[in-house]
Antibody
């Protein structure tokens, strides 16, 4: 069974960084990509980017380009999303999802709430 | 404001057929596949339709997707109370070189 388990909720101050983890099981990480999607409170879904696990290639959304880094650790089947220079509008639930093809996110993590507040 | 436009809300009664639409442009829906996701409050989204009209295993055939030109639709037949959720259309956008989500449609079963 495929499972993606994310790290716990975080509270950060403006200007800080956060690193969310996403541990995969039940499949081979390098056979798929990992996408990241966030959802601000009461808002819709927003794609942040993805990483191709087998070679580390990344594609980031323009909105977070320059502030985000997505990585994978194949030894532990864990993907990471680091977001820097946090602002209050980065407050959201961050989801990781297994990706195949162009935008097929077929399995999702449970979500990680990141709160940015002074 | 989303590049993919969805009506904020839709509703229907049990047993009815409901259609949720998604309007885009030639740089997204017009040239790329459309995907649909279902999300219940407080939970992660779930893949409902991929590549315009394909259903993952486990998704009831009451759900169907279609695409025509720069628009796409999700149809739900035999509406049930458990279908009450938010529905999002998704596509790759060639101009933005990224994935875009519609703003979402909140479906209410009356």
């Amino acid at each position: 069974q495929v499972h993606l388990v994310q790290s716990e909720a975080e509270v950060k101050k403006p200007g800080a960084s956060v690193k969310v983890s996403c541990k995969s099981s039940g499949y081979t990480l390098t056979s798929y990509g990992i996408g990241w999607v966030r959802q601000a409170p009461g808002q819709g879904l927003e794609w942040m980017g993805w990483i191709t696990a087998y070679n580390g290639d990344t594609n980031y959304a323009q909105k977070v380009q320059g502030r985000v880094t997505m990585t994978t650790d194949t030894a532990t089947s864990t993907a990471y999303m680091e977001l820097r220079s946090l602002r209050s509008d980065d407050t959201a639930v961050y989801y990781c999802a297994r990706l195949y093809g162009d935008a097929t996110f077929d399995y999702w993590g449970q979500g990680t709430l990141v709160t940015v507040s002074s | 404001q989303s590049v993919l436009t969805q009506s904020p809300s839709a509703s229907g009664t049990p047993g009815q057929r409901v259609t949720i639409s998604c309007s885009g442009s030639t740089s997204n829906i017009g040239t790329n596949f459309v995907y649909w996701y279902q999300q219940f409050p407080g939970t992660a989204p779930k893949l409902l339709i991929y590549r315009n009209d394909q259903r993952p295993s486990g998704v009831p055939d009451r759900f169907s997707g279609s695409k025509s030109g720069t628009s796409a639709s999700l149809a739900i037949s035999g509406l049930r109370s458990e279908d009450e959720a938010d529905y999002y259309c998704v596509a790759w956008d060639d101009s933005l070189s990224g994935v875009i989500f519609g703003g979402g449609t909140k479906l209410t079963v009356l």
